[in-house]
């Protein structure tokens, strides 16, 4: 049983770029959150996705946008990447209606701005 | 919203030594809180929840945490510490009825010295 999958593992931009970072969720999961942990702190939400739409929103400006795919899959953008954007981005599956259930997390994409 | 606060960014302990990492929590209701730990280069890994019921809640790898309404905490333990613990630990926080938002501490990094 295939848990949460992240690609890239590393990613490196320079200033301005754009970036798309993907997740597959845990079998069986229908809902996807995004974190971004930078160095040192813990993980700060994003937003959150279920069916296909997004459902919640943490402190991120709209240059972080993100989408879901019918088999639950997710992608997250950042636009015009700035040097603070550098961080480990993690995703994290589970399931609607499943509240005591704990989120199950991905090994994340490490994005380094230059 | 809900909170959450790690008061110390370091905690070290001896091989064999009962250790305690520390949580606090603020939250309007009912919280679920769960710690996670996180190994370098990896995402988080569920260790424990508490939901509802016994206020003593016991997790994976020997861990097991308390949780005190009055003083709105969360404490980690384990009665004997080993140095495959060594890692950072993050406890979360999400409020009843609220699927959307999990809040995570700063992290508390453990260090166990054979």
């Known amino acids: 049983d295939a848990g949460v999958t992240q690609s890239p593992t590393h990613l490196i931009k320079t200033r301005g770029q754009q970036v798309t970072l993907r997740c597959s969720p845990k079998?069986?999961?229908?809902?996807v959150s995004w974190y971004q942990q930078a160095l040192g702190q813990g993980p700060q939400f994003i937003f959150q996705y279920y069916e296909e739409e997004e459902r919640q929103r943490g402190n991120f400006p709209d240059r972080f946008s993100g989408h879901q795919f019918p088999n639950y899959s997710s992608e997250l953008n950042v636009n015009a990447l700035l040097l603070g954007d550098s961080a480990l981005y993690l995703c994290?599956?589970?399931?609607?209606?499943?509240?005591?259930?704990?989120?199950?997390f991905g090994d994340g994409t490490r994005l380094s701005i230059l | 919203a809900q909170s959450v606060a790690q008061p110390e960014d370091q905690v070290n302990v001896a091989e064999g030594n009962p250790l305690t990492v520390k949580c606090t929590y603020s939250v309007s209701g009912n919280p679920y809180l769960f710690w996670y730990v996180q190994y370098p280069n990896r995402g988080l890994q569920f260790l424990l929840k508490?939901?509802?019921?016994?206020?003593l809640v016991k997790g994976s790898y020997g861990f097991e945490a308390e949780f005190n309404k009055s003083q709105t905490s969360f404490h980690l333990k384990k009665p004997s510490a080993l140095v495959s613990d060594s890692a950072l630990y993050f406890c979360?926080?999400?409020?009843?009825?609220?699927?959307?938002?999990?809040?995570f501490g700063a992290g508390t990094r453990l260090t166990v010295k054979p």
């Open positions: 979360a926080v999400r409020a009843f009825n609220n699927n959307n938002d999990m809040r």
């Open positions: 508490y939901i509802t019921g016994d206020n």
């Open positions: 994290a599956s589970s399931l609607t209606g499943a509240d005591n259930q704990p989120q199950h």
């Open positions: 079998s069986g999961h229908d809902t």
